[in-house]
């Protein structure tokens, strides 16, 4: 593992770590407040999503690299990673908020976080970001079909 490496899977740790401590914590209740993620019906998805979310990132930037050095292989997991990306941030936010187009969000979430998973399994046996990208969008996935 190199250094760029070593740092973004400290970054990513230290954003889990705060998520988690955020979304886990049970502050009394104020009232006419919304709800906590911890005590949300969504809680686990959105914390697959989050952790999806972020494994993309890392994902992505490790793709650019390797496009920069002129691997194009990589330009279809970039691609994949970035849709991951978007659509993982948009689940938490309509999650987060009850909204009555979580369901239908999550179905879409599923469909691109298994074809995500499909391009990085090409790479997993070169790359362990890609490895587990996908290991995290089929967390992901399992969770999300609960919605």
């Not at 793709?63 to 990673?81: F, I, N, P």
């Amino acid at each position: 593992m190199n250094r760029k490496e070593l740092l973004q899977k400290a970054g990513m740790a230290v954003a889990v770590s705060g998520i988690l401590s955020t979304l886990s914590a049970e502050d009394h209740d104020h009232s006419g407040a919304m709800p906590t993620a911890g005590k949300s019906k969504y809680a686990k998805a959105m914390m697959a999503a989050i952790h999806c979310k972020l494994s993309s990132e890392v994902c992505l930037s490790h793709c650019l690299t390797e496009l920069g050095k002129g691997d194009k292989a990589m330009a279809v997991c970039a691609a994949s990673t970035r849709e991951v990306i978007s659509l993982c941030d948009a689940f938490v936010k309509l999650a987060s908020q009850n909204s009555s187009f979580t369901k239908k969000l999550a179905n879409l979430c599923i469909e691109v976080c298994e074809a995500c998973a499909k391009e990085c399994d090409k790479h997993a046996n070169h790359h362990a970001v890609c490895k587990e990208c996908r290991d995290s969008c089929l967390a992901c996935v399992k969770e999300l079909k609960k919605v």
